[in-house]
Each structure stands twice: as C-alpha cells, then as structure tokens.
C-alpha cells in the first residue's frame, strides 16, 4: 500500500460499503473495515479490506473514518455505542492522533449536527456529513456526486480521499449542510423514479416501441441521465437492488420532516412517499427503488 496516503476505517460493509471499499483498495489505500454482519466483513476482505472486530478499533488503527449506514440510528450506535468511534478516537487523541470522521450516510440533519457537536466534546474530532448520489456503481468507479458539510479545514483533510471516490465533490457549507443538499438531490430522484414509471406504463399500453423512448426524447428537454440511466433498467424489470426501496421511503419520510421544519411545501414528495408506502407494504422494501414500477404496471397485479 501507498504509505503517502492515510490509513482509512471504514463502517457499514454493504451494497454500498462493499464498493467503496473495493474502490479504495484498488486505489492504493489500507482499509480497515467493520460491519455488524460477519459475512459482510468476509466479502470486503476478499477484496483487500481488514478486518476490524468493532469501530472503537478500527478508530484507534485509522487517519480517516469513513461511515456508511443506513440510518440515524445506526450512525449514533456506530459513533457513540459500546465500543463505538468515539471510545476508540478518546484512546487515540491523547497521543495527539487528528482523526476525522466522514459520514456517508442519509441522516437527520439536526441529529447530524448535535453528533458531530458531541464527538468533537469527547474526543476533538471532526466530522463531515458526505452523503453521496449515485449508487454502488458510481462509488466501485469513483464517480459518485458527494456533497459535503463541514469546516473549511476538515473539508480540505477530507478532500484527497474523496477526489478517489467522486467526480464531484462539493463543499456545500458548514455541518449539516450535506444532508440538506441530499434532501434536495431526493426530491429531484426519487420522485423522478415515479414520473419514470408513469412514462413507461403509458408507452406500454399505447402500443409504442417504449424502448425508443431515450432516444426519442434525449435531444429535448426531456433528455436526462436517469431516463438514459434507469428508464432501461425500469424497461428490462431489473429491480436488483443497487439500493433498497425500504431505504427509499426512509429517506422521503426525512424529506417530510426536513420541510415541516423549514416551512416548505413538498406535494410531490408527499405522493412519491404515499406510492413507496404502499410498495412496502406489498412486500417489496428488499428490491430496488425502482420497482415502483409495479404500481403502474398492468402486468404485475400488485
């Protein structure tokens, strides 16, 4: 491994853990890694990453924390449970040690803000709230969109390993303000998986070549990388999962709750969440955010 670059943890082995793992290793970089799930750490050590038996050690060996889980909950766990980030970054912060933890993960902006408050109170380390878009493709090529927030100074420690993840990594404001610009990034994707999926229900039943359709419409202002992206995938029924559909209504309820607090209205939002509450309910949190296909398809008798 390249001894120039920093020694990288990494929590939460799982679709998207896996590739930003395999990404980094591929890089050059030493990657320790934890997850909760025993098979996951034996999938990532296949691709180079060591294994660590609990983020508190995995603290104490790393530079750079990186984090991605699914939830708020399990970021407060992973930071701040038994044997968590914080127990190993107070062991190492007495030898003078500068750690920095980088959070991937969707999470409440309030909460986000009052964890990185409390982890630099114990411990003195910072945090930066990085979620990022584009799925485990992106992140194994290392072209995810990252939008971070957090110091200045805390942004440019960060930035070197983030230029090997992303094509665009963006500085968004102070710590929280990744979490917001993810918010946004959701409204503009995932309602678009619904308007994707009213399309190509339409093209079906008019008896069109629906497959046409990204190349019909990408001259116009109806042309865009997810109908290039995701309408093929939507055609072909492919519902594996890059990311789960039960992680996609989590992350409209955030929305909700962000723009109850801010004041804004988010009607469409609020239409997506009801589609994905019913998709769920079917039974169908396990495939890909996509499969709200089914909810328009004549075909599936859901």
């Known amino acids: 491994m390249n001894e120039n ?3 990288i943890g990494f929590i939460g082995l799982g679709l998207m853990g896996q ?8 890089q050059g970089y030493t990657v320790i890694g934890y997850d909760l799930v025993a098979e996951k750490i034996a999938a990532a050590a296949g691709h180079g990453v060591v294994p660590a038996p609990s983020p508190a050690d995995l603290t104490g060996r790393a530079d750079l924390v990186l984090l991605c889980v ?6 407060q766990q992973a930071v701040f449970g038994p044997e968590g980030v914080a127990a190993g970054a107070g062991a190492a912060a ?3 040690a500068g750690k920095l933890l980088v959070d991937h993960s969707t999470t409440v902006v309030k909460a986000t803000r009052d964890m990185a408050a409390e982890l630099l109170r114990q411990t003195g380390m910072g945090w930066v709230d990085a979620p990022v878009s584009g799925g485990p493709p992106a992140a194994g090529t290392g072209s995810l969109a990252i939008m ?3 110091s200045a100074a805390d942004i440019a420690r960060a930035a070197p390993v983030m230029a090997d993840l992303a094509a665009q990594f963006t500085h968004m404001g102070p710590i929280g303000a990744g979490q917001v610009t993810k918010m946004i990034n959701q409204v503009l994707v995932l309602n678009n998986y619904t308007v994707l999926a009213e399309a190509l229900a339409l093209a079906e039943a008019g008896g069109i070549d629906a497959a046409k359709i990204p190349q019909a419409l990408a001259a116009g202002h109806a042309g865009s990388n997810m109908l290039q992206a995701i309408y093929p995938r939507m055609l072909a029924r492919d519902f594996a999962p890059a990311g789960f559909a039960r992680q996609v209504l989590k992350d409209l309820d955030m929305l909700h709750d962000l723009a109850k607090e801010l004041s804004v209205p988010t009607p469409m939002s609020g ?3 009801n589609l994905y509450r019913i998709l769920n309910s079917k039974g169908h949190g396990e495939l890909d955010g996509i499969a709200v296909l089914k909810l328009f398809d004549q075909k599936d008798g859901v």
């Open 148 to 150: 971070a927030g957090g």
């Open 19 to 26: 590739a930003f793992t395999r990404r980094l290793c591929g």
């Open 5 to 7: 670059k920093p020694v």
């Open 70 to 75: 699914t939830s708020t909950d399990a970021v």
């Open 271 to 273: 239409q997506t969440a």
């Open 94 to 96: 007495a030898d003078g």
